[in-house]
């Protein structure tokens, strides 16, 4: 697996419009205890995205999802760290187009 890299296979879920992908996660969510050895966990680590300036709340969606089926153990806030995005001049460029950047992403256990 290319991890990072995008393919053009129909199994690649970043091929999908959001709305199918989220249909897709929460088909696999409601499958995953059949996996699960007697009190089971499962970690998720997923962060928001923009779409032309417009915040994509992927984090809330996706612990909706998993709420339906599991209880949210544990919630913790991972901040990015030495990422070319999140150098001084890089961030200074984007925070003149009036949204800041994406400085974490939320690592959730169920």
């Given amino acids: 697996m290319n991890r990072g890299k995008y393919s053009k296979e129909l199994s690649d879920l970043s091929n999908l419009t959001y709305s199918e992908f989220k249909n897709t996660m929460e ?3 409601s499958k995953f205890d059949r996996s699960f050895k007697t009190r089971g966990k499962i970690a998720i680590i997923i962060s928001n995205k923009r779409d032309n ?3 994509i ?3 809330q969606d996706i612990n ?3 709420q339906k089926y599991y209880t949210l153990r544990h919630k ?3 901040p990015y760290h030495n990422t070319y995005e999140q150098t001084y001049k890089r961030a200074e460029k984007w925070s003149k187009r009036d949204f800041l950047l994406i400085g ?3 690592l ?3």
């Fill in 27 to 29: 088909t696999t969510i």
């Fill in 53 to 55: 300036g417009t915040l």
């Fill in 57 to 59: 709340n992927i984090e």
């Fill in 64 to 66: 909706n999802l998993f």
């Fill in 76 to 78: 913790i806030i991972v």
């Fill in 104 to 106: 974490h992403r939320t």
């Fill in 108 to 110: 959730f256990i169920y």
